[in-house]
C-alpha cells in the first residue's frame, strides 16, 4: 500500500511536471517544487515558512512585471 506521504509528494511532482510556464517563470517553478518537496520531506514551521515566502516572492515578482509593463 502506497502512504499518503508517497501519494503527495507523486501529487505535487505530477503538478509541477504539467504546469505549462515560460522564460523567468520556470526558474521560480523549480523554486516552488523544490521548496514544497523539502516542506514534505521535513515538516517544520521553517520549511512551511518557506514555500510562503517563495509563493510571495513569485507573486511579488510578477505583479512588479505586470505595474510596469503597462
Known sequence: MISNDI??????SK???E???SGHEKF???V???SINNFLEHENK???FE?????FDIYR???MKMFFSV
Open 7 to 12: 501519494k503527495l509528494k507523486n501529487y505535487v
Open 15 to 17: 503538478f509541477f511536471n
Open 19 to 21: 504546469l505549462e510556464i
Open 28 to 30: 521560480s517553478k523549480v
Open 32 to 34: 516552488m517544487k523544490m
Open 46 to 48: 521553517d520549511n512551511a
Open 51 to 55: 514555500v510562503y515566502r517563495e509563493f
Open 61 to 63: 515578482f510578477n505583479m
